[in-house]
């Protein structure tokens, strides 16, 4: 396209003249030419320069004459440079205004504008130059008779005013609105003259009317006109090719070179119209008409190649327009019912596709113009007469220029001397270059839209240029990426000219790697399809892709890698010989084209293997090579190289050249190695490795001659595809290895095993862990077959439940404490010996993950250590232990042999603790916010303030392992004054052992003594270990737990009951309800009492009472049980009137037992009482029994008294008196009465315990078994006192003197304990029992009258609390009945009476006794039955 | 007349390759047909583009050129029928019922032949029956579209 003039390329603007007054016509100028349309000017600073325009021709008075031309060169550029479509005269508006001489000097200026551009029909604009100071100066006179000079109308007439900007403005629009109609007016006259002419058919040629035609449309397109425009050229084109045939003006050479010519420049037009207006479809219908109609006309054949030029040309101009036309558009394809021919393919609208074209047609004229250069030998000497072949006036037209006489003449030429002409120029262009231009636009274009096979052949057609050109490295690159695209696609006869092209090229850069390299891959090629007779040439240089040509590169390429032949026999490159300095090192991988040159495949017989075991191996080997190929030798290399094997020739000797033998490597021989074509060498050896691991076969090295490698890649049979080019082949498919399955399956690649691990690990586990204890996990490597060496142990704890490590699920931040389990210690026996230093001793510790070395282990040995975990949480995880050690001592880096061992373990709470208040029994506070807030649950436990509360702690064991509890505690956290809490800590004398599942309870009790709603309690804290027989090294734990905080406050009220723990039937009992008022205000309490069918009740029923502030008031009811069993009491409920709160008594609290009788529970609980009144003091009492052998618990003791418990002295009166009777008889034992007195009251009391009759108990005592073992020791009854009892309390001066006295008292309790706890027959003599019987037969005998007596003797105290009264009552009763039926003495009997009653009754007992028994006698002797029976005892 | 007749497999690789001119520009003919895989590409890929007809097999005019004219055919198994004529100045009404038929009865060839039991899929087409009975087709086509 740039060949083009400039004018025909663009769209013609509008052209204008301003004359005159030059200080203004930049202004004016740049001002038309940046409006939308432009407008050109032409600046003539001078009145005097307008003769540049050139005057009209004074018509052709010779209508007849021969048309010389069709269409003069330079006529559009005339009219687009050199004649305007208006002038503008501008003058200073002071010319008008000043003095006559400057008006006359302008009409003068203006008469000659006026003649010079008349004759051209051109129109004037006149402009006034003025200021705007002055601009109404102009006398309207003197612009009037300007106008009429002119001849010009008044809007053609402008004022013009530089010098005020926005005046300015609008008179530079004026100037271009009026130019631009102004030149539309022109324009249209103009062409509107030339179309009247063919309108009116006043033309005689077709050259004149192909002339107006070009005419008009040029005019047209003056105004933007397009369609016109666009069918006046169509109207040209067609008149130009009805001239083709007709025109007989120029010998035919010129004519068709001048018609062409035209034809181009109409077509350029019209296309380029078109493709502006975006009617690309129609552009190019156009074009492949345009080419069509020319395409023929081929004209002589001496310049055929101007007719390719043009052609290629045209395409290529054609591609341009299309480029730069609209690119987004140019695939856009219209509708395709308006074009009813054939419609364009896809490629037509690639300007890619007129670039190649061009380019093959450029190609053509190429060959064209070679072949007429080689006729036309005497091109030479025109030469001198071609330079004077110039362009002539007429477009396509050239003539000679003649020099003569100063003058230029144009003469024409003949047709030979046209074209020696055009040979001459088409000599001095280099058309390759031209063509690579073309053909790398339409290669890129493609590229760009991604048409890779169309591309490629545009590579290939440019790498053949290059190659024309001996531009060996551009054209190797070329063909190189195109062999590639053939090599994919399989497209084998393109392949075999490219390889061959490529083979020249390497062979031209004298490059024998790259030239063996496209041999043997032309000579591994399959045959190409299609009749091979008709390849005989045009594939290149390679010459025809046959079998023997195949074999003839073959033998040319091992020729020249055994160095035979020299690569290039050019002299330049002579040291281009494949020898020991040059050795020749091919290497094919899994992607290289020489794969089917050679092909190795690797196979492993077995996956896996023993170390150290033999595993077979077959290396095949494959090659496509149309001769058999021998080589010398074959290496083969793994990843572990010592395992590396060559394998030799056994045909050929060794030569001194390929003895590349490292020596200690492994050589096998072959008998044979000869490739065959497409036949697999198979062979088979057996390979041993010792390294545990993957071993791995990496290449196979084939070495042919003694330079020249071949190094091909491993390849495994499973994963081997052929190259693209064989694949498709109809070969015979053969199988690398014998066994198919192999051949299927079999890889490059074997697993060796890692050596049998004999070496135990053992996990001990001791049950579930629990949480805060450090679990203690023994780990045992015990050594079977292997030493130990070096060996390390690896710790990992694994959450189970999956989910992150150990690191706990919530966002706190990463801590230790945050851990759920960790690792803590490990520990580990050190070995016997010492020898291993202590550096050697790895030890890692992380929590989650452990490291330890283990030292070195003989066969035999084991080695154990201690992993200490503790549990923050409870969280089951898993432990994997594993053990890598090498079995050898010597090479510790080599090869480690791994055990691996995993436990499970779950870490559970160890205990639970829980906790609970409880108030005193039997009484309520009344606490405010225990009022208020009812519906709270989560409401802090209310305390009352100075009251005393149990704190219940209860211990779960959860664990599956008994516990042993060791202490319990509670801390508290503020100040101790706040409360007090008792017992502060206890250590268990002997461990509380807690079974699982089993609970422990302690009872705290709590004081509180502060008011405040929210009192920190304090933490509990419990020190417990697990329970392990054998081992005494665990730690014990604490656990902790927090007791919540309470609220504490004064109890306005507290409302307590009492009443008896258990009632009688019958036997009325007191029931006292007492409310203290804890306020500084009186407070009126409501109570009712209920009725109760149980309880015959007497007391207030109901009542209002005031209680007074800081006081009580007791309500006292009296109740008779009913009914038996526990009962529920009258339920009393006292109101508050003030809070409006009721208290009532839980149910639990309001209930009693109710004996049929009184049980005798009470009453030893009594007599403890009544004993621990007297001086000795209960402890000792309690000591004492519990020395007493007894099969049963120290509980049983409290429960089932014997009567020997109870220990009762019978004061001898006679002894005491009078001591005639002695108090031990010959065989040792008791013969005074007073002990017979004292073993009757033993055994009456008893008896009245046990309810049953004393005679018998004392017979069941007599003959009671004697217990096994038991000595009675006589020696106490010589120092047993009967009389001994309790006086007033003793005072004593000094500490030693109590502590003496109480000695004396010990041993005398503990002799008093042994006799009366002894058998009755080793202590009492056989006439004492006697004496017993019969006073306890009086007893039984006379009781009813001795009820009576009692009862009217007896004092009311007694009577009413007949429980507590039971020995005095057996004292009376056993003195009335002597008294009464034995008929002793009164005074003896009295006095025993009073002496027993001192020494086992408390204070007020003897006195009372002794009154009573007085009156007893009194009565007696009132009734006169004072006969008493003499007894003698 | 027909001068060159392809066979193209799926991966664009030459299943089958004829030509019936006596000159040597047999590799002219394979860059032909190798050049005209990339229009078949471009229509195959971008339906709408091309005509509505893509369901059908013919696919038409590929690419002219000065001197041939390319047409195509896609069988239902995306195997390409390539072939080359220097019929340039018929309509393109005409060509296509001619070269429909033509395919026709060359698609019919086709599956013959790659029905052949020792005939391996996806392999050139070697078998000298169907060289044969393409060359018959080839013939009369020439004699239909002359007369």
Same mark, same amino acid.
């Given at each position: 396209?740039?060949?083009?003039?400039?004018?025909?390329?663009?769209?013609?603007?509008?052209?204008?003249?301003?004359?005159?007054?030059?200080?203004?016509?930049?202004?004016?100028?740049?001002?038309?030419?940046?409006?939308?349309?432009?407008?050109?000017?032409?600046?003539?600073?001078?009145?005097?320069?307008?003769?540049?325009?050139?005057?009209?021709?004074?018509?052709?008075?010779?209508?007849?004459?021969?048309?010389?031309?069709?269409?003069?060169?330079?006529?559009?550029?005339?009219?687009?440079?050199?004649?305007?479509?208006?002038?503008?005269?501008?003058?200073?508006? *002071?010319?008008?205004?000043?003095?006559?001489?400057?008006?006359?000097?302008?009409?003068?200026?203006?008469?000659?504008?006026?003649?010079?551009?008349?004759?051209?029909?051109?129109?004037?604009?006149?402009?006034?130059?003025?200021?705007?100071?002055?601009?109404?100066?102009?006398?309207?006179?003197?612009?009037?008779?300007?106008?009429?000079?002119?001849?010009?109308?008044?809007?053609?007439?402008?004022?013009?005013?530089?010098?005020?900007?926005?005046?300015? %403005?609008?008179?530079?629009?004026?100037?271009?609105?009026?130019?631009?109609?102004?030149?539309?007016?022109?324009?249209?006259?103009?062409?509107?003259?030339?179309?009247?002419?063919?309108?009116?058919?006043?033309?005689?040629?077709?050259?004149?009317?192909?002339?107006?035609?070009?005419?008009?449309?040029?005019?047209?397109?003056?105004?933007?006109?397009?369609?016109?425009?666009?069918?006046?050229?169509?109207?040209?084109?067609?008149?130009?090719?009805?001239?083709?045939?007709?025109?007989?003006?120029?010998?035919?050479? =010129?004519?068709?070179?001048?018609?062409?010519?035209?034809?181009?420049?109409?077509?350029?037009?019209?296309?380029?119209?078109?493709?502006?207006?975006?009617?690309?479809?129609?552009?190019?219908?156009?074009?492949?008409?345009?080419?069509?109609?020319?395409?023929?006309?081929?004209?002589?054949?001496?310049?055929?190649?101007?007719?390719?030029?043009?052609?290629?040309?045209?395409?290529?101009?054609?591609?341009?327009?299309?480029?730069?036309?609209?690119?987004?558009?140019?695939?856009?394809?219209?509708?395709?019912?308006?074009?009813?021919?054939?419609?364009? $393919?896809?490629?037509?609208?690639?300007?890619?596709?007129?670039?190649?074209?061009?380019?093959?047609?450029?190609?053509?004229?190429?060959?064209?113009?070679?072949?007429?250069?080689?006729?036309?030998?005497?091109?030479?000497?025109?030469?001198?007469?071609?330079?004077?072949?110039?362009?002539?006036?007429?477009?396509?037209?050239?003539?000679?220029?003649?020099?003569?006489?100063?003058?230029?003449?144009?003469?024409?030429?003949?047709?030979?001397?046209?074209?020696?002409?055009?040979?001459?120029?088409?000599?001095?262009?280099?058309?390759?270059?031209?063509?690579?231009?073309?053909?790398?636009?339409?290669?890129?274009?493609?590229?760009?839209?991604?048409?890779?096979?169309?591309?490629?052949?545009?590579?290939?057609?440019?790498?053949?240029?290059?190659?024309?050109?001996?531009?060996?490295?551009?054209?190797?690159?070329?063909?190189?990426?195109?062999?590639?695209?053939?090599?994919?696609?399989?497209?084998?006869?393109?392949?075999?000219?490219?390889?061959?092209?490529?083979?020249?090229?390497?062979?031209?850069?004298?490059?024998?790697?790259?030239?063996?390299?496209?041999?043997?891959?032309?000579?591994?090629?399959?045959?190409?399809?299609?009749?091979?007779?008709?390849?005989?040439?045009?594939?290149?240089?390679?010459?025809?892709?046959?079998?023997?040509?195949?074999?003839?590169?073959?033998?040319?390429?091992?020729?020249?890698?055994?160095?035979?032949?020299?690569?290039?026999?050019?002299?330049?490159?002579?040291?281009?010989?494949?020898?020991?300095?040059?050795?020749?090192?091919?290497?094919?991988?899994?992607?290289?084209?020489?794969?089917?040159?050679?092909?190795?495949?690797?196979?492993?017989?077995?996956?896996?293997?023993?170390?150290?075991?033999?595993?077979?191996?077959?290396?095949?080997?494959?090659?496509?090579?149309?001769?058999?190929?021998?080589?010398?030798?074959?290496?083969?290399?793994?990843?572990?190289?010592?395992?590396?094997?060559?394998?030799?020739?056994?045909?050929?000797?060794?030569?001194?050249?390929?003895?590349?033998?490292?020596?200690?490597?492994?050589?096998?021989?072959?008998?044979?190695?000869?490739?065959?074509?497409?036949?697999?060498?198979?062979?088979?050896?057996?390979?041993?490795?010792?390294?545990?691991?993957?071993?791995?076969?990496?290449?196979?090295?084939?070495?042919?001659?003694?330079?020249?490698?071949?190094?091909?890649?491993?390849?495994?049979?499973?994963?081997?595809?052929?190259?693209?080019?064989?694949?498709?082949?109809?070969?015979?498919? $053969?199988?690398?290895?014998?066994?198919?399955?192999?051949?299927f399956s079999g890889q490059k690649a074997i697993q060796v095993e890692e050596p049998e691990p004999q070496v135990d690990l053992i996990l001990g586990s001791s049950g579930p862990a629990l949480v805060g204890e450090s679990f203690i996990l023994p780990v045992i490597v015990a050594s079977k077959g292997h030493a130990v060496h070096s060996g390390e142990l690896k710790i990992n704890l694994v959450d189970t439940s999956g989910g992150g490590l150990l690191s706990p699920r919530e966002e706190e931040p990463f801590s230790s404490d945050n851990l759920h389990v960790e690792l803590v210690d490990m520990s580990c026996d050190t070995p016997g010996d010492q020898s291993e230093a202590p550096s050697d001793n790895i030890q890692k510790i992380q929590p989650s993950f452990g490291l330890i070395s283990v030292p070195s282990l003989d066969v035999g040995g084991s080695w154990s250590c201690k992993l200490k975990i503790k549990w923050n949480r409870p969280k089951p995880i898993m432990l994997y232990v594993s053990l890598g050690y090498s079995p050898q001592s010597d090479e510790p880096s080599l090869q480690k042999v791994h055990v691996h061992t995993s436990l499970q373990i779950e870490g559970k709470t160890a205990v639970a603790i829980n906790h609970r208040y409880m108030l005193p029994f039997r009484q309520d506070p009344l606490l405010l916010t225990k009022l208020k807030a009812v519906s709270e649950t989560d409401q802090a436990p209310s305390l009352a303030l100075n009251e005393k509360t149990m704190l219940i702690i209860s211990v779960k064991n959860c664990s599956e392992v008994p516990l042993k509890l060791?202490?319990?505690?509670?801390?508290?956290?503020?100040?101790?004054?706040?409360?007090?809490?008792?017992? =502060?800590?206890?250590?268990?004398?002997?461990?509380?052992?807690?079974?699982?599942?089993?609970?422990?309870?302690?009872?705290?009790?709590?004081?509180?003594?502060?008011?405040?709603?929210?009192?920190?309690?304090?933490?509990?804290?419990?020190?417990?270990?697990?329970?392990?027989?054998?081992?005494?090294?665990?730690?014990?734990?604490?656990?902790?737990?927090? %007791?919540?905080?309470?609220?504490?406050?004064?109890?306005?009220?507290?409302?307590?009951?009492?009443?008896?723990?258990?009632?009688?039937?019958?036997?009325?009992?007191?029931?006292?309800?007492?409310?203290?008022?804890?306020?500084?205000?009186?407070?009126?309490?409501?109570?009712?009492?209920?009725?109760?069918?149980?309880?015959?009740?007497?007391?207030?029923?109901?009542?209002?009472?005031?209680?007074?502030?800081?006081?009580?008031?007791?309500?006292?009811?009296?109740?008779?049980?009913?009914?038996?069993?526990?009962?529920?009491?009258?339920?009393?409920?006292?109101?508050?009137?003030?809070?409006?709160?009721?208290?009532?008594?839980?149910?639990?609290?309001?209930?009693?037992?109710?004996?049929?009788?009184?049980?005798?529970?009470?009453?030893?609980?009594?007599?403890?009482?009544?004993?621990?009144?007297?001086?000795?003091?209960?402890?000792?009492?309690?000591?004492?029994?519990?020395?007493?052998?007894?099969?049963?618990?120290?509980?049983?003791?409290?429960?089932?008294?014997?009567?020997?418990?109870?220990?009762?002295?019978?004061?001898?009166?006679?002894?005491?008196?009078?001591?005639?009777?002695?108090?031990?008889?010959?065989?040792?034992?008791?013969?005074?009465?007073?002990?017979?007195?004292?073993?009757?009251?033993?055994?009456?009391?008893?008896?009245?315990?046990?309810?049953?009759?004393?005679?018998?108990?004392?017979?069941? *005592?007599?003959?009671?078994?004697?217990?096994?073992?038991?000595?009675?020791?006589?020696?106490?009854?010589?120092?047993?006192?009967?009389?001994?009892?309790?006086?007033?309390?003793?005072?004593?001066?000094?500490?030693?003197?109590?502590?003496?006295?109480?000695?004396?008292?010990?041993?005398?309790?503990?002799?008093?304990?042994?006799?009366?706890?002894?058998?009755?027959?080793?202590?009492?003599?056989?006439?004492?029992?006697?004496?017993?019987?019969?006073?306890?037969?009086?007893?039984?005998?006379?009781?009813?009258?001795?009820?009576?007596?009692?009862?009217?003797?007896?004092?009311?105290?007694?009577?009413?609390?007949?429980?507590?009264?039971?020995?005095?009552?057996?004292?009376?009763?056993?003195?009335?009945?002597?008294?009464?039926?034995?008929?002793?003495?009164?005074?003896?009997?009295?006095?025993?009476?009073?002496?027993?009653?001192?020494?086992?009754?408390?204070?007020?007992?003897?006195?009372?006794?002794?009154?009573?028994?007085?009156?007893?006698?009194?009565?007696?002797?009132?009734?006169?039955?004072? =006969?008493?029976?003499?007894?003698?005892? | 007349?027909?001068?060159?007749?392809?066979?193209?497999? @799926?991966?664009?690789?030459?299943?089958?390759?004829?030509?019936?001119?006596?000159?040597?520009?047999?590799?002219?003919? @394979?860059?032909?047909?190798?050049?005209?895989?990339?229009?078949?590409?471009?229509?195959?890929?971008?339906?709408?583009?091309?005509?509505?007809?893509?369901?059908?097999?013919?696919?038409?005019? #590929?690419?002219?050129?000065?001197?041939?004219?390319?047409?195509?055919?896609?069988?239902?198994?995306?195997?390409?029928?390539?072939?080359?004529?220097?019929?340039?100045?018929?309509?393109?009404?005409?060509?296509?019922?001619?070269?429909? #038929?033509?395919?026709?009865?060359?698609?019919?060839?086709?599956?013959?032949?790659?029905?052949?039991?020792? @005939?391996?899929?996806?392999?050139?087409?070697?078998?000298?029956?169907?060289?044969?009975?393409?060359?018959?087709?080839?013939?009369?086509?020439?004699?239909?579209?002359?007369?």
């Amino acid at each position: 396209m740039e060949e083009y003039p400039e004018e025909l390329r663009t769209p013609p603007v509008a052209l204008t003249c301003l004359v005159g007054c030059p200080e203004v016509h930049p202004l004016i100028t740049a001002h038309l030419h940046s409006q939308q349309p432009p407008i050109n000017s032409i600046a003539l600073p001078d009145f005097s320069n307008i003769s540049v325009i050139p005057p009209k021709k004074p018509p052709t008075d010779t209508p007849s004459a021969p048309v010389a031309g069709i269409i003069k060169r330079d006529w559009l550029s005339k009219h687009r440079t050199r004649i305007p479509a208006v002038v503008a005269a501008i003058f200073p508006s *002071r010319d008008l205004s000043a003095d006559p001489a400057h008006w006359l000097q302008l009409c003068s200026h203006l008469d000659n504008l006026k003649a010079s551009i008349r004759g051209r029909n051109i129109k004037l604009v006149l402009l006034i130059l003025t200021n705007w100071d002055n601009k109404d100066d102009t006398s309207e006179e003197r612009i009037l008779s300007l106008r009429k000079r002119a001849e010009v109308d008044l809007k053609n007439l402008i004022i013009f005013v530089p010098d005020h900007e926005e005046e300015l %403005l609008k008179s530079l629009n004026r100037v271009w609105t009026v130019f631009g109609e102004l030149a539309d007016t022109y324009y249209r006259d103009e062409g509107r003259r030339v179309r009247s002419r063919l309108e009116k058919k006043n033309y005689t040629t077709i050259e004149l009317y192909i002339r107006y035609c070009f005419k008009v449309a040029i005019y047209a397109e003056f105004r933007r006109d397009w369609l016109e425009a666009l069918k006046f050229y169509e109207d040209a084109y067609h008149g130009l090719r009805e001239m083709v045939g007709t025109s007989t003006r120029m010998p035919p050479i =010129q004519r068709l070179v001048e018609i062409k010519a035209v034809a181009e420049q109409l077509h350029f037009k019209m296309s380029a119209l078109l493709l502006h207006g975006g009617k690309v479809l129609e552009a190019i219908m156009w074009f492949r008409q345009h080419t069509a109609n020319y395409r023929k006309l081929v004209g002589s054949p001496e310049v055929i190649f101007l007719h390719w030029e043009w052609l290629s040309r045209q395409y290529m101009v054609f591609a341009q327009l299309l480029e730069t036309s609209s690119p987004n558009d140019a695939l856009y394809v219209p509708s395709t019912a308006s074009v009813p021919e054939e419609k364009p $393919t896809e490629w037509e609208f690639y300007p890619a596709y007129y670039y190649q074209l061009a380019a093959t047609y450029m190609k053509e004229k190429n060959t064209c113009l070679e072949f007429a250069l080689s006729m036309s030998i005497d091109v030479g000497p025109i030469d001198g007469n071609a330079e004077s072949v110039v362009a002539s006036a007429y477009l396509g037209q050239y003539s000679r220029l003649l020099e003569h006489e100063d003058t230029f003449i144009m003469q024409p030429l003949t047709d030979e001397e046209y074209a020696r002409y055009v040979l001459a120029e088409g000599k001095r262009f280099q058309d390759s270059f031209e063509i690579i231009a073309l053909l790398k636009q339409s290669f890129e274009a493609y590229s760009s839209s991604k048409v890779e096979r169309a591309a490629a052949y545009c590579g290939l057609q440019m790498a053949r240029e290059y190659f024309s050109l001996n531009d060996f490295s551009n054209a190797k690159q070329m063909f190189d990426s195109v062999a590639n695209l053939y090599r994919r696609e399989g497209w084998l006869l393109s392949l075999w000219e490219v390889l061959g092209y490529l083979r020249e090229c390497s062979k031209g850069m004298s490059s024998a790697k790259d030239f063996i390299e496209y041999s043997l891959e032309m000579a591994s090629l399959p045959e190409p399809t299609g009749s091979v007779k008709s390849f005989a040439n045009g594939c290149g240089p390679a010459g025809p892709a046959t079998l023997s040509e195949r074999e003839k590169i073959h033998k040319e390429a091992f020729e020249v890698s055994r160095g035979e032949l020299k690569l290039n026999s050019d002299e330049q490159n002579s040291a281009f010989k494949v020898n020991s300095d040059n050795p020749l090192y091919l290497e094919i991988d899994l992607i290289s084209p020489l794969r089917a040159t050679l092909i190795a495949l690797v196979a492993f017989h077995q996956p896996t293997v023993k170390p150290g075991a033999p595993s077979l191996i077959t290396i095949s080997l494959r090659s496509q090579l149309p001769i058999n190929v021998e080589i010398d030798q074959l290496e083969v290399q793994f990843n572990q190289s010592e395992c590396n094997f060559i394998i030799s020739n056994g045909q050929k000797p060794q030569t001194g050249s390929i003895s590349n033998i490292q020596p200690g490597h492994r050589v096998e021989t072959a008998p044979d190695l000869v490739l065959a074509t497409n036949k697999w060498l198979r062979l088979t050896y057996e390979i041993k490795s010792d390294l545990s691991g993957k071993l791995e076969c990496i290449y196979v090295i084939a070495r042919i001659g003694p330079n020249f490698t071949i190094c091909c890649r491993a390849e495994s049979p499973a994963s081997m595809n052929d190259s693209p080019l064989w694949k498709f082949e109809n070969l015979l498919e $053969t199988i690398p290895i014998k066994d198919p399955g192999l051949a299927f399956s079999g890889q490059k690649a074997i697993q060796v095993e890692e050596p049998e691990p004999q070496v135990d690990l053992i996990l001990g586990s001791s049950g579930p862990a629990l949480v805060g204890e450090s679990f203690i996990l023994p780990v045992i490597v015990a050594s079977k077959g292997h030493a130990v060496h070096s060996g390390e142990l690896k710790i990992n704890l694994v959450d189970t439940s999956g989910g992150g490590l150990l690191s706990p699920r919530e966002e706190e931040p990463f801590s230790s404490d945050n851990l759920h389990v960790e690792l803590v210690d490990m520990s580990c026996d050190t070995p016997g010996d010492q020898s291993e230093a202590p550096s050697d001793n790895i030890q890692k510790i992380q929590p989650s993950f452990g490291l330890i070395s283990v030292p070195s282990l003989d066969v035999g040995g084991s080695w154990s250590c201690k992993l200490k975990i503790k549990w923050n949480r409870p969280k089951p995880i898993m432990l994997y232990v594993s053990l890598g050690y090498s079995p050898q001592s010597d090479e510790p880096s080599l090869q480690k042999v791994h055990v691996h061992t995993s436990l499970q373990i779950e870490g559970k709470t160890a205990v639970a603790i829980n906790h609970r208040y409880m108030l005193p029994f039997r009484q309520d506070p009344l606490l405010l916010t225990k009022l208020k807030a009812v519906s709270e649950t989560d409401q802090a436990p209310s305390l009352a303030l100075n009251e005393k509360t149990m704190l219940i702690i209860s211990v779960k064991n959860c664990s599956e392992v008994p516990l042993k509890l060791l202490s319990m505690s509670i801390e508290t956290e503020e100040k101790s004054s706040a409360c007090t809490i008792q017992p =502060q800590q206890e250590e268990f004398r002997e461990a509380v052992v807690n079974m699982p599942g089993e609970e422990f309870k302690k009872v705290f009790t709590i004081f509180p003594k502060v008011n405040s709603s929210k009192l920190k309690i304090g933490t509990v804290s419990l020190r417990w270990e697990r329970e392990q027989p054998h081992s005494n090294t665990t730690a014990s734990q604490v656990t902790k737990h927090r %007791l919540p905080d309470v609220c504490v406050e004064l109890p306005l009220l507290v409302v307590s009951s009492e009443c008896p723990p258990h009632a009688f039937l019958g036997s009325p009992f007191l029931y006292s309800v007492k409310i203290l008022n804890q306020t500084e205000m009186v407070q009126e309490i409501k109570c009712s009492i209920s009725d109760s069918q149980s309880f015959v009740l007497s007391g207030p029923h109901s009542d209002t009472m005031l209680v007074l502030p800081r006081s009580a008031q007791v309500l006292v009811y009296m109740l008779v049980p009913l009914g038996l069993g526990s009962l529920q009491l009258p339920r009393v409920s006292v109101t508050s009137v003030r809070y409006s709160a009721g208290l009532q008594p839980s149910t639990a609290s309001s209930l009693v037992f109710v004996y049929p009788a009184k049980p005798r529970i009470d009453i030893v609980m009594e007599a403890g009482y009544i004993l621990s009144s007297s001086f000795n003091p209960p402890k000792t009492l309690f000591s004492s029994i519990s020395k007493f052998p007894s099969p049963h618990g120290p509980r049983n003791l409290l429960l089932l008294p014997r009567a020997a418990t109870i220990p009762l002295t019978i004061h001898n009166p006679i002894a005491t008196s009078a001591s005639n009777y002695p108090r031990i008889d010959k065989s040792g034992k008791f013969c005074s009465p007073r002990a017979a007195r004292e073993l009757a009251l033993m055994t009456l009391y008893a008896a009245c315990l046990q309810g049953s009759d004393p005679l018998r108990l004392l017979e069941k *005592r007599l003959n009671a078994r004697k217990e096994i073992g038991y000595e009675f020791d006589r020696a106490c009854l010589m120092v047993y006192d009967h009389m001994t009892f309790g006086g007033p309390p003793i005072a004593t001066q000094t500490v030693e003197e109590a502590d003496q006295l109480l000695e004396i008292y010990q041993k005398e309790s503990h002799i008093e304990a042994e006799v009366l706890s002894a058998p009755p027959n080793l202590v009492y003599s056989k006439l004492i029992l006697l004496f017993t019987r019969k006073l306890l037969t009086a007893v039984s005998d006379n009781w009813d009258s001795s009820v009576l007596a009692i009862d009217k003797v007896a004092p009311d105290s007694w009577k009413n609390e007949p429980a507590t009264r039971i020995l005095e009552f057996s004292v009376l009763h056993l003195a009335m009945s002597e008294i009464s039926v034995l008929g002793t003495r009164h005074q003896i009997v009295i006095n025993e009476a009073v002496d027993l009653a001192k020494r086992f009754c408390d204070g007020a007992a003897p006195r009372v006794i002794n009154g009573c028994l007085r009156t007893f006698l009194k009565e007696l002797k009132e009734n006169g039955q004072d =006969q008493p029976q003499n007894v003698s005892v | 007349m027909i001068v060159c007749l392809a066979v193209v497999g @799926h991966e664009n690789n030459p299943l089958y390759i004829q030509s019936f001119t006596e000159s040597d520009d047999a590799l002219k003919l @394979h860059h032909i047909v190798h050049c005209s895989l990339d229009v078949i590409d471009e229509r195959v890929n971008n339906p709408k583009k091309s005509s509505p007809t893509i369901n059908e097999a013919f696919l038409g005019l #590929l690419y002219p050129t000065e001197n041939y004219k390319v047409y195509g055919y896609l069988t239902n198994t995306k195997v390409k029928f390539i072939l080359v004529t220097t019929d340039l100045d018929i309509r393109d009404a005409d060509v296509r019922n001619v070269s429909l #038929l033509f395919f026709r009865k060359f698609h019919a060839a086709y599956v013959d032949a790659v029905s052949n039991p020792f @005939h391996i899929p996806g392999k050139k087409i070697t078998s000298k029956t169907f060289r044969e009975r393409v060359s018959s087709i080839v013939k009369s086509f020439g004699l239909s579209s002359a007369s």
